[in-house]
């Protein structure tokens, strides 16, 4: 199973960017999946998940500005991120919890993240 991440840039503060991380491989089931940020000289930190049932959950910090969302037909979570501010400026990896179809058990994949800077 592999997570890939797309939608990363360069934008200035009050911009907009959307990340989408796809999920390939052989997937038998997704529950939730996230998305995680990383600035330099701090640790990972969880933005927003979402569930197999769409409830989201969110840092405080992008609540009202970002929205978490998936598309189950192509194994896919995104997030819009709107009215960006510098202090979001961070790698921002996705994650989700597959249960891979050759393996009964539920397992975390990581993708490899992509870098978002925001500029003022």
């Known amino acids: 199973v592999q997570l890939v991440e797309s939608g990363g840039g360069l934008v200035q503060a009050g911009g907009s960017l959307r990340l989408s991380c796809a999920a390939s491989?052989?997937?038998?089931?997704?529950?939730?999946m996230g998305w995680y940020r990383q600035a330099p000289g701090k640790q990972r930190e969880l933005v927003a998940t979402?569930?197999?049932?769409?409830?989201?959950n969110y840092v405080d910090s992008v609540k009202g500005r970002f929205t978490i969302s998936r598309d189950n037909a192509k194994n896919t979570v995104y997030l819009k991120m709107n009215s960006l501010k510098t202090e979001d400026t961070a790698v921002y990896y996705c994650?989700?919890?597959?249960?891979?179809?050759?393996?009964?058990?539920?397992?975390?994949?990581w993708g490899q993240g992509t870098q978002v800077t925001v500029s003022s």
């Open positions: 994650n989700a919890a597959v249960v891979a179809a050759t393996d009964p058990w539920q397992q975390t994949y």
């Open positions: 491989g052989s997937i038998f089931s997704i529950n939730t």
């Open positions: 979402i569930t197999s049932g769409d409830s989201t």
